[in-house]
Nanobody
């Protein structure tokens, strides 16, 4: 059974920082690319950042230079360090993996990030 469990969300003022964590189980974590998505209120889910199994990273233009994705294969955990947060970063943040082994996508339950102005 594959599970993705996010943590680290909360309420922060504009300009502040948060670090999200997503711990995976049921997959060979080191063999999978991991991604963070977010869904702002009333909007569609969008890709925020991703990291391949070889640690290549990519970011949405809206967060590049402010957010950093990283992974710790020994802990089966992917992180999203979010700095210089803006009110428009307010969203539910989801961890995502596409498992080639199981042939399907998996999502975490989401963690709320709220940035006040």
């Amino acid at each position: 059974q594959v599970q993705l469990v996010e943590s680290g969300g909360g309420l922060v003022r504009a300009g502040g920082s948060l670090r999200l964590s997503c711990t995976a189980s049921g997959i060979i974590f080191s063999m999978n690319a991991m991604n963070w998505y977010r869904q702002p209120p009333g909007n569609q889910r969008e890709l925020v950042a991703g990291i391949t199994r070889s640690d290549t990273t990519h970011y949405a233009d809206s967060v590049r230079g402010r957010f950093t994705i990283s992974r710790d294969n020994a802990k089966n955990t992917v992180y999203l360090q979010m700095n210089s947060l803006k009110p428009e970063d307010t969203a539910v943040y989801y961890c995502y993996v596409k498992s080639e082994f199981f042939g399907r996508d998996y999502w975490g339950q989401g963690t709320q990030v709220t940035v006040s102005s």
